[in-house]
């Protein structure tokens, strides 16, 4: 049995000499916290936030010239939710990263706990990721998966930069701890093929008429789910929006990433317009109650981490959006 404090708790004639005998036991008290552990709806911390790509298109072209090949595998654009004290997370759970590799470049093969996923913005026929060993190819608007514990490096044999958007679930692996990084032996993993079909791969030709020919989830508003295949963390779900439809999304508990593939709108939050156009991305952290206009035939697609939310049993809705 261990030895018991040396306090004696039966000496404590008030509240205040309590607290300070508890502290020196390493204990905080329940009953006068100053800040409340629970609470009657959720406080988010993150903020609904904006990054254009006419801003990184050129920040990534600059960092092409000043950033060597050696770091070409971080050669991205950090889209930091501007909330004090951080410098990493996009919302809570997910970082979403603008990335470029230039024509002609490499940029090592590598595995780590956190899953990820790349939406293509621009990229030549000759442009790939390599996953477990074969060349995936990335085209514009294709949706490239790369799950927990697969290699997966850059090959771009195309005569053109390919810039694309990552979205990683870095944050919530960095929150729980279990983090683990390789480099692979190789530097860059061998590709044995060229594999246009991959699972890993949601080329833009196949689900676009597959999103065109889904059923409308509201008015002028046609939604897909992009899979299988799955990552366990969190999903992705390309959206249609027909020209001057509005879509009022009320507040929920998963955290979302938004990306705009082709089109322009705006998206209304709280009293914040955030103008959009292709190759934008947006952060809308949970509970807050939004609303997307498109001004044009519009694409976009939603990451979010819905799976794991749903999983824990903390799927919720309410509010409405407030103009």
């Not at 006419?54 to 920040?59: G, L, S």
């Not at 790939?128 to 074969?134: L, N």
């Not at 294709?142 to 927990?148: A, F, H, I, Q, S």
Request: hydrophobic share 40%; charged share 20%.
């Amino acid at each position: 049995m261990s030895k018991s404090s040396a306090i004696s708790f039966d000496t404590a004639q008030d509240l205040a000499t309590l607290h300070g005998m508890l502290d020196q036991v390493k204990m905080k008290n329940g009953w006068a916290k100053p800040t409340p552990s629970l609470y009657p709806e959720p406080k988010p911390h993150f903020v609904p936030a904006h990054w254009k790509f006419t801003d990184a298109r050129p920040a990534l072209h600059a960092a092409g010239r000043l950033v060597g090949t050696d770091k070409a595998e971080r050669r991205n654009l950090i889209m930091a939710n501007p909330i004090e004290g951080n410098d990493y997370a996009t919302v809570a759970s997910l970082v979403g990263a603008y990335q470029m590799v230039k024509a002609g470049e490499v940029a090592r093969s590598h595995r780590h706990t956190p899953n990820a996923m790349r939406i293509i913005l621009e990229g030549g026929p000759k442009a790939y990721t390599i996953v477990d060993g074969q060349s995936v190819p990335m085209l514009p608007g294709d949706v490239l998966l790369t799950p927990n514990g697969c290699y997966h490096g850059h090959d771009n044999q195309s005569a053109d930069e390919a810039y694309w958007i990552d979205i990683l679930d870095v944050p919530l692996v960095q929150f729980l701890g279990p983090m683990f990084f390789e480099v692979h032996p190789d530097l860059l993993q061998t590709s044995t093929q060229v594999n246009p079909e991959s699972p890993m791969r949601f080329a833009f030709a196949d689900y676009l008429p597959r999103l065109m020919a889904a059923p409308e989830v509201a008015s002028g508003v046609k939604s897909w789910v992009l899979g299988p295949a799955t990552l366990t963390s969190f999903d992705r779900t390309v959206v249609h929006m027909r020209a001057q439809t509005e879509w009022s999304r009320p507040a929920a508990t998963p955290n979302e990433i938004w990306v705009v593939l082709r089109g322009e709108g705006h998206t209304q939050v709280q009293d914040q317009r955030f103008d959009w156009q292709a190759g934008d991305l947006m952060a809308m952290p949970y509970w807050h109650a939004h609303r997307h206009c498109a001004s044009q035939d519009s694409i976009l697609i939603r990451m979010s981490d819905a799976p794991l939310i749903q999983f824990l049993g903390w799927d919720r809705t309410g509010g409405a959006f407030l103009a």
